[in-house]
């Protein structure tokens, strides 16, 4: 399912690899229209199902260091708040996520996985 969000419109999660569990690893290869592909991974160190998963992330090409990942979900008035922080390794390399356009690609994905939910539960 994940195959049919993640990344900005035009882009292809060409690799899409989840050991969802403590210690398990993870790795996906996101493909632009341009063919350039950018391969991100990490390990998830806690999960605690169904509102929380913190994993590092790193990327293939890119040696910037490793960040640290908090996802947290919960329920407000009938909808779920997604809730995602990322602890970087310095300024510096926060500062280059944020200008390569990071904001822009996580909001682009999320108006995908926006639209993904509306149809299943039109579905249901």
């Known amino acids: 399912m994940l195959k049919s969000w993640y990344g900005p419109e035009g882009w292809t999660l060409s690799v899409c690899q989840i050991d969802l569990r403590v210690g398990g690893k ?22 605690e199902r169904p509102v929380r998963i913190v994993n590092t992330e790193s990327w293939e090409d890119w040696d910037a260091g490793e960040t640290l990942v ?7 008035k009938g909808n779920t708040v ?43």
């Open 26 to 47: 993870w790795r996906f290869v996101s493909e632009r229209p341009d063919g350039k592909k950018i391969g991100q991974l990490g390990v998830y160190q806690e999960i």
């Open 70 to 76: 908090t996802t947290e979900l919960s329920g407000e």
């Open 82 to 124: 997604f809730t995602s922080a990322i602890l970087f390794p310095s300024k510096e390399v926060r500062d280059a996520v944020l200008k390569s356009g990071l904001t822009d690609g996580v909001e682009a994905s999320y108006d995908k996985l926006e639209r993904v939910l509306a149809s299943i539960a039109e579905q249901n």
